[in-house]
């Protein structure tokens, strides 16, 4: 006891004295201080030391080291935990005096001190013999048997999670009087499960650990973690977000194996926590629960069921949330999906059906043949793609967004509200859900567009004309536009006239129905217009243009159904033919067309027959 105050020397201490105070730390730390003293024997004191203790060095090396601090995953031996050591001796040489009797041989201290517990140790979590808050701090420290440490650590989460709600912890019962009591013991709970997982999580990434099986009792308290949402008397809820993280961490670790990632996908709890996280907006949970995500796709044999139960459409929402989610993260998910879609046969097919649903034809077919750069995929997905055939703005992205948010978030609600014993019966699944193959979306961004046949955006082309037409050349094009803007202006009077026809109130249904009505109907008729005037330019001056034909090189022929558009236009009512953008288009198209081949003729005939109005313009 005396040694052990702050005074110590060694070297006023001749070989038999420090003989016998290691065979007295050995006596005193084998009962109390969780193989404390072998460990330090093992380290720092050579085993084969003679009694007479000839080795100085190893023996000053050794006492040296027990009267200072030692931070290890397996050791902990601390001032503190010192401080308790010399008490402990006191109290124990004043029950020796109190008790001693001349008849005693031998004093049993060991059963004196059962149930003593170092202050500094109070806090932490021991899994066999490992203090798991260091181990965490120095996860390259070796674990001998990883297997067994992750199990043992996963039963102390079991055991904790089932008792969390114990009001005293077994361990505090013989704690003596001048040991630091804890005053939180659900806090603490918090705290060492978080430990736990944390523990895990670095074994599996630092250690080479083959495919886990984590049975079910090992599952039901993992996802019980992720989804309890408080725990009572504990007010401060950055613990319970660690914690949650932790476990996911755990989770993110172990479905990187075939086995585990197998059996615990069929649990509906889990499935349904996991997808849950991922599509909330706390983005330190999300990252994790979408990485979850992203490794069980490494597994291809599972990629059938993991479309059934729609973890690919909550994947795809996760990756077009530029908004919210984390771009590295995003990237990763998206490549996961990608990899999937584009090295499994079996399944192409089955995704190809939501990619339908999902996207526009050209852009389901961009993805398609998109086989490498997944990056560069997905910035077009966020950004926008505007291409003569394909059409993609960030305002359709946020419309497939909110689609997804309303069918994954009933997905999800009815996995959760399953019993914690339900399971998938994958062999026998179909469908799990609806949406999975039947989701489609009708976006209003594409209805504000005037596609011609073909899914050609007329909007496009007219900002640039000489783009290369699919399988269509320009007297034909002209000829098909010509037909279509005739439709739409007939179409466009009727709805024009329909407005002056509907006797209900400004601002009634009926009414502004008719007018929403009329105003996309003029919208699409000079589109339309400007549609054919640009290629009608294009056919008569422009011999560069790949859509020419080789007849038309030096035509100043345009189709019959092009004229009689021409001339329908100057037939309209007035108050319609003065709007700017249509009198200028329809005094363009007549400059050209008194330029062509019976062009001037065509005109001047129908105009002698108009009224004064087209007629004077």
């Known amino acids: 006891a005396e040694y052990m105050g702050p005074t110590n020397d060694i070297s006023k201490l001749d070989s038999a004295q420090k003989g016998s105070l290691i065979a007295l730390y050995e006596g005193f730390l084998s009962v109390i201080g969780r193989k404390l003293f072998q460990i330090l024997l093992e380290d720092y004191f050579d085993p084969m030391i003679k009694e007479e203790a000839k080795d100085t060095a190893a023996v000053n090396r050794f006492l040296t080291t027990i009267t200072s601090e030692v931070k290890a995953p397996n050791i902990l031996w601390t001032n503190e935990t010192q401080e308790d050591f010399r008490a402990l001796l006191y109290r124990q040489l004043r029950s020796l005096n109190e008790s001693y009797s001349p008849s005693i041989a031998r004093w049993d201290f060991a059963s004196e001190i059962t149930g003593f517990v170092y202050a500094s140790h109070l806090n932490e979590v021991v899994v066999e013999d490992i203090y798991v808050s260091l181990y965490n701090q120095h996860p390259q420290f070796n674990i001998v048997d990883p297997h067994s440490f992750i199990h043992a650590l996963l039963d102390d989460i079991v055991d904790k999670f089932e008792h969390f709600e114990q009001e005293y912890d077994d361990r505090l019962r013989n704690i003596n009087t001048n040991t630091k009591r804890i005053t939180d013991l659900r806090l603490f709970r918090i705290q060492s499960l978080t430990q736990d997982a944390l523990a895990i999580a670095n074994v599996l990434k630092h250690r080479d650990v083959d495919d886990i099986l984590i049975e079910e009792e090992y599952q039901h308290p993992l996802t019980g973690l992720l989804r309890r949402t408080s725990y009572q008397g504990v007010e401060k809820p950055e613990l319970t977000s660690d914690l949650k993280c932790a476990v996911l961490g755990v989770i993110e670790r172990l479905v990187k194996g075939s086995i585990c990632a197998g059996n615990m996908i069929q649990n509906t709890n889990f499935i349904g926590e996991l997808l849950r996280i991922a599509r909330t907006d706390d983005s330190k949970m999300n990252v994790i629960a979408a990485t979850c995500l992203a490794n069980l796709c490494v597994h291809y044999e599972l990629a059938q ?112 509200q399953a019993k914690d014993s339900d399971s998938f019966d994958f062999p026998n699944m179909k469908v799990l859900w609806p949406m999975t193959t039947k989701l489609r979306v009708n976006y209003e961004e594409l209805s504000k567009e005037v596609i011609f046949d073909g899914g050609l955006f007329l909007r496009v082309y007219n900002q640039n004309p000489e783009i290369e037409l699919e399988n269509l050349k320009l007297d034909l094009f002209i000829d098909r536009l010509a037909k279509l803007a005739r439709d739409s202006l007939s179409n466009y009077i009727r709805a024009y006239n329909h407005i002056r026809n509907v006797k209900k109130p400004k601002g009634s249904p009926e009414k502004t129905q008719a007018i929403h009505d009329s105003e996309r109907g003029y919208f699409t008729m000079v589109t339309l217009a400007n549609s054919l005037l640009l290629a009608i330019e294009q056919l008569l001056y422009n011999g560069r243009n790949p859509n020419r034909t080789r007849y038309a090189e030096d035509s100043k022929t345009i189709s019959e159904e092009a004229l009689n558009f021409i001339v329908d236009l100057f037939t309209i009512p007035k108050e319609i033919e003065s709007q700017p953008s249509l009198r200028l288009t329809m005094l363009q198209l007549a400059f050209i067309a008194i330029d062509t081949d019976r062009g001037l003729t065509v005109l001047k005939t129908c105009l002698l027959y108009t009224s004064p109005s087209p007629r004077d313009s």
């Open 305 to 416: 069921s993991l479309l059934k139960i729609g973890v690919f459409h909550v994947m795809i929402e996760y990756a077009l949330r530029a908004e919210t989610n984390d771009q590295l993260i995003r990237s990763e998910v998206f490549r996961a999906l990608f990899d999937v879609y584009h090295n499994d046969d079996e399944l192409q097919k089955p995704l190809d059906k939501v990619f339908v649903g999902f996207f526009p034809k050209k852009i389901h077919d961009l993805i398609k043949r998109e086989k490498r750069d997944f990056n560069h995929l997905l910035e077009s997905l966020e950004k926008g793609i505007e291409l003569p055939y394909a059409m993609w703005t960030s305002n359709m992205r946020k419309e497939l967004l909110a689609v997804l948010k309303d069918e994954n978030g009933s997905l999800v609600e009815h996995y959760l």
